[in-house]
């Protein structure tokens, strides 16, 4: 059986989504990063980043989420579109979300929640990028259904794993400026598996705190121990 090496966070959760989707049997292992689980000799023989998602499917290790994406949809030739021009959009605009707007969001949530002293050149940065990243799949969305065309991907499926936290980054406003990406990311999130992948976490206990030992797992390099 599929282990799926899970936190309940933006790119876990693409992973979740796409395995619900999928109707793929697998054994949840949670990975407790708010405790540094991601940093114990165990899980980095899995992925030696440290980081979640990661999977062990019939004996074939793959981490970060867009290549768990494209390794399920390859094996199970589904969620990836036969067609020579939609597939080619559905790799380039994972790729847009893998290079891009994952990154970005990341950034962003540190810049502008976690970071030990407010950095305005860093949180403008970043957030303008997030918006601007928005704006071109909203442009996108506004002339197709789904970012590959009318076919649902796996790129619909990276886009809303952050998509889907938008307002931690936005505000209140969400994705109201993006009414095209918030049309796709309603859509997602009504779908059954969008539900089954979000009541995941409903069965693990995890550490919720943000606290120090939090920060030195979550963000290792900024630990003067490590530097």
């Given at each position: 059986m599929l282990s799926f090496y899970f936190h309940p966070s933006p790119n876990p959760m693409k992973v979740a989504l796409m395995l619900e989707e999928l109707h793929t049997p697998f054994k949840l292992v949670a990975v407790d990063t708010f405790k540094g689980e991601?940093?114990?000799?165990?899980?980095?023989?899995?992925?030696?980043?440290?980081?979640?998602?990661?999977?062990?499917?019939?004996?074939?290790?793959?981490?970060?989420?867009?290549?768990?994406?494209?390794?399920?949809?390859?094996?199970?030739?589904?969620?990836?579109?036969?067609?020579?021009?939609e597939r080619a959009q559905a790799l380039s605009w994972l790729m847009f979300v893998a290079t891009g707007l994952s990154p970005f969001s990341g950034q962003a949530v540190h810049f502008l929640h976690h970071a030990p002293t407010p950095l305005p050149y860093a949180r403008n940065r970043y957030l303008k990028e997030v918006e601007r990243h928005y704006r071109v799949l909203d442009a996108r969305l506004a002339t197709s259904r789904y970012l590959a065309g009318d076919e649902y991907s796996i790129a619909d499926i990276a886009l809303w794993g952050w998509a889907n936290f938008a307002g931690y980054i936005l505000g209140e406003a969400g994705l109201s400026a993006y009414p095209n990406v918030k049309r796709l990311v309603d859509e997602i999130s009504a779908r059954p598996a969008a539900a089954r992948a979000h009541a995941l976490k409903d069965t693990l206990t995890l550490k919720v705190e943000f606290d120090d030992e939090t920060r030195r797992a979550l963000f290792p390099t900024n630990d003067a121990a490590t530097v």
């Open positions: 991601q940093h114990r000799p165990g899980f980095l023989s899995i992925n030696p980043n440290a980081k979640v998602p990661a999977i062990v499917d019939d004996g074939v290790t793959v981490f970060d989420s867009h290549a768990i994406l494209l390794h399920l949809a390859l094996k199970h030739g589904r969620l990836l579109p036969d067609d020579a021009a």
